[in-house]
Each structure stands twice: as C-alpha cells, then as structure tokens.
C-alpha cells in the first residue's frame, strides 16, 4: 500500500487529470478510487484539494475531494483566492466595457481582483501616460488595487507577486494582453501563444482548458485563455448589478430597488453630479444593462 498524501489538481489534460503534492514538489498522474465515484460527486475541478495515496507506480489513487470554498466555471479552476485581472492602454487599446464585466463577475463569485495594467513600457507619449494615469485613478477611487508592470521589461513584477503567495491566483483578461508573458516571467514556464494580430492588436491563446502552475511555497497561478466576451445575464438578475460596482454601495437611494437611472432621490446619481463616482464608471453600468439584460435606456 502507498503512502498517503494531500495535494492539489493542477490540470486536466485530454482524457489525463494530474495532481500536485506540495510535499514532494512533483505532479502525478491521478484517478479517482471507485468509492469516490459511486458517491457521486460533482465533477472534479482543478484546483481541488484531495487526500489520496501515491501508488509504487508513481501514480495517485484520490480518495477524497476536500470542500471548496468556491468554484468558477470560466475558467474550471476551484478555491480561486485572487483573480489578476490584465490590461493595457495601448497593443491592444483599453478594453473597460470587458473590465468592468470581470470585475462584477469575480466579485459575485467571492474572489478579489487585482488589475494590472501591463506593457506600460509601450507608454512613450504624455498622452498615453495620462491615459493609464486617469484609469488608474478612476478605479482605485472605486475601491480596487492597481498595479503597473511590464512583463518585456520587468518592471515592478515584485510588486504583482506580492500578491501571489499563499494564494491560488488566476490571470484572466481579454486576449493579447500579455497573461502569458507575465505568467513566464514571473515563474519561467513557458506558454505558447500566437502572434498578435495586426488588424486586432491581440494575441490567439493556444490554451485549451485551465491548468495551475506550482509557484514558490503554497502559490499556484492559474493559466486561462483569453476572454472575447462576458454576459452577466448568466449568472445574476439585473437588479443585483449595481451592488457589485463597489463606489455604488457607499451611497443611499430613496428605493431599496433603484437602478439609478431615472428615480428620483437617487443617491448615485447624486454622487455622479457631484463627481463622486466616474462618468465612464456609470456609463459602463448602463451599457451593460443595455447589453446583458436588454434595458432600454433613454441618454440625455
């Protein structure tokens, strides 16, 4: 009989699940022993912790799948503690309608985001610096952490890996926006994409699923492909929205069920007038009303 182990699911690759055991720092082929099927569990997902043993063949036998505290179905990876949340000003331009989406997404599921503004090396003039400069400033206003790197560069990667141990982390964000060059800088794996698009300005993932990468003591980052488009109406009510625009929440309305369009005495629209709270954040919140649950807004 083998000895007993806790690891980790790090990828599920084809038909071929491999776990991590941090005490050896080796992954292993893993299956799931017969019993744990016959309960029917739900699906095993990477990131689950298990209890199981490592067999004289090098192969681990899961006999049980540890409680999750949550799970994320875009990307499949469970106990997600930190999602980093990559963009850029320029290569590609911006992307703040995709932004804010992931940022409400994550905050529903209960992971904190981090945004990180990468390639801050390509910022030669002083209008681009001032563009990351009024985004940094509006979203950290709104309650959220900022960090500045570049991964061609290496700049201030102290600063995001900081932010990684002990914790299982996610990079996510819209395509060519340098996940994967963060990801081998900062941990020397290297993950294959391919060229960024001239017309497009972004990059082809060629990951197909979601895998972790063992980093340091007790540290996983999580490699995702990129996001194209994110629809809330799949995982809340409309009504739910505004509570996960985190500068929203510091303020009052006369109606419990305001959406803070056209009610009166609202208090976020008030805090707009007052320039407590972003035009281009509100904007974004009324245009994923139009395009995520078919709100028909009148503009001024």
């Known amino acids: 009989m083998g000895k007993k182990y806790k690891g980790i699911i790090i990828s599920k690759e084809g038909l071929g699940t491999f776990g991590y055991i941090p005490e050896l720092k080796e992954r292993y082929l893993a299956f799931a022993r017969g019993t744990l099927i016959k309960k029917k569990m739900k699906k095993i997902f990477v990131g689950d912790y298990f209890e199981g043993e490592l067999t004289d063949d090098g192969k681990i036998i899961i006999e049980n799948i540890l409680p999750r505290k949550n799970q994320l179905f875009r990307p499949k990876i469970a106990n997600v503690d930190k999602v980093l949340l990559i963009t850029t000003i320029k290569n590609p331009p911006i992307n703040t309608g995709m932004l804010d989406k992931l940022l409400v997404a994550y905050d529903y599921y209960q992971v904190e985001p981090v945004i990180v503004f990468n390639k801050i090396d390509l910022l030669e003039t002083e209008e681009e610096k001032r563009e990351l400069e009024k985004w940094e400033n509006i979203y950290t206003s709104a309650g959220y952490t900022v960090v500045k790197v570049s991964a061609k560069e290496k700049e201030n990667l102290n600063d995001l890996i900081h932010f990684l141990h002990d914790n299982i982390c996610v990079f996510a964000g819209a395509s060519g926006v340098g996940k994967s060059s963060l990801i081998t800088a900062i941990t020397g794996v290297e993950i294959k994409t391919r060229e960024v698009s001239k017309k497009t300005k972004r990059g082809r993932h060629t990951t197909v699923g979601a895998s972790l990468i063992p980093f340091g003591e007790n540290s996983f980052i999580g490699d995702t492909a990129g996001f194209s488009k994110v629809d809330l109406s799949y995982i809340m009510d409309e009504r739910e929205l505004s509570g996960f625009f985190r500068e929203f929440t510091d303020y009052t309305c006369k109606f419990n069920d305001c959406m803070h369009i056209t009610e009166p005495q609202c208090g976020v629209k008030e805090a707009l ?21 078919s709100f028909n807004i009148k503009r001024d």
Do not use: A, H, Q
């Open 273 to 293: 007038e007052k320039g407590e709270i972003s035009e281009e954040r509100y904007n974004s919140y009324l245009k994923i009303l139009e395009e995520d649950f």
